[in-house]
């Protein structure tokens, strides 16, 4: 037997120990223990930064403690994945979201938001979605925030960025994925990570870089609009093999999914950057989407790995 057989035949067996030991950790996470979360909605604030799949570790060891942005505190998050978040936060009476503005660079809006609910909606990723990067670049979500802020008439504005969920836009080494294959765990760095192709300190390498990218997005956004408290915080976290659980997944009491920062500081529109003028499609506010299109985003949607 060459050395490659030999090495597939080790992966297979680790895969095998370690997918019964997942299959374990996660029945008991979601049926063994309880994490009580604290509020998103009901907390102070006027505008809120949501930075996809954000850690609170992750963002303690990126933001400095003498920095332009805040360390802040953390809070455990309603949720666990993105889909989990919205249905968490957004899930409330539609007369409690009249005055709410909400800004998304997330695909899983489509399903997940009643754009007819809220004061305001924008989904930046229907037309700013990039392939080779396979997401929506920071700028194109700061450009739709600050024109919102400037813009719109509404009591709260939720900015929600992709980063520093992967893939990474600072590290080349991620492959750009269409929307259409967005959330796809065969795509996912996460079974590199699991099968041994790159290492843990290879991937949080990534994901810090990643949200590097995003925090000069957000001082941009910070100086551009205005809030009397503006929070940063995360839908959800990741896990990087503890427990063997790697990646995000709903219903999970687990402190690497849930435990998100929450950094607390204040926006004044200072009208230093003007962004590029509005694509027309987002001159409309709520405006009904066309039909084929909308067909299209579901088709895609329905694609999506853990949907």
């Known amino acids: ?103 998304t660079a997330n695909p899983y809006s489509d399903d997940h938001v009643d754009g007819d609910a809220l004061g305001y909606l924008r989904e930046v990723w229907r037309d700013a979605w990039d392939d080779d990067l396979g997401t929506v670049p920071p700028r194109a979500v700061t450009d739709a925030a600050v024109r919102a802020g400037r813009e719109r008439d509404f009591d709260r504005l939720i900015v929600h960025y ?25 795509l996912s760095v996460w079974e590199d990570l699991r099968f041994g192709r790159r290492s843990r300190a290879d991937v949080w390498a990534a994901y810090r870089a990643n949200l590097r990218a995003a925090l000069d997005d957000v001082r941009l956004l910070l100086s551009n609009v205005d809030a009397d408290r503006a929070v940063i915080t995360a839908d959800h976290g990741n896990a990087f093999g503890e427990r063997g659980l790697y990646g995000h997944a709903a219903g999970l009491a687990f402190r690497p999914l849930r435990e998100v920062p929450w950094a607390v500081t204040a926006a004044t529109d200072e009208g230093g950057y003007e962004p590029p003028a509005a694509a027309p499609r987002e001159a409309e506010v709520n405006a009904d989407h066309d039909g084929d299109a909308d067909a299209d985003v579901v088709d895609r949607l329905e694609s999506l790995g853990y949907r």
């Open 162 to 186: 992709m980063q520093p969920h992967f893939p990474s836009v600072a590290d080349d080494r991620d492959d750009g994925v269409a929307l259409e294959a967005f959330g796809d765990r065969s």
């Open 1 to 103: 037997m060459d050395r490659s057989a030999a090495d597939a035949i080790r992966q297979l067996r680790g895969a095998g120990f370690g997918a019964v030991r997942e299959l374990c950790w996660r029945s008991y996470l979601r049926y063994g223990r309880r994490l009580s979360a604290d509020p998103v909605f009901e907390a102070d604030w006027d505008l809120l930064v949501v930075l996809d799949a954000c850690r609170a570790d992750l963002w303690a060891e990126t933001v400095p403690p003498d920095g332009d942005l805040p360390v802040g505190t953390t809070r455990l998050s309603p949720a666990g994945t993105s889909t989990e978040w919205l249905e968490a936060v957004f899930g409330r009476p539609a007369a409690a979201l009249s005055s709410v503005g909400y800004v």
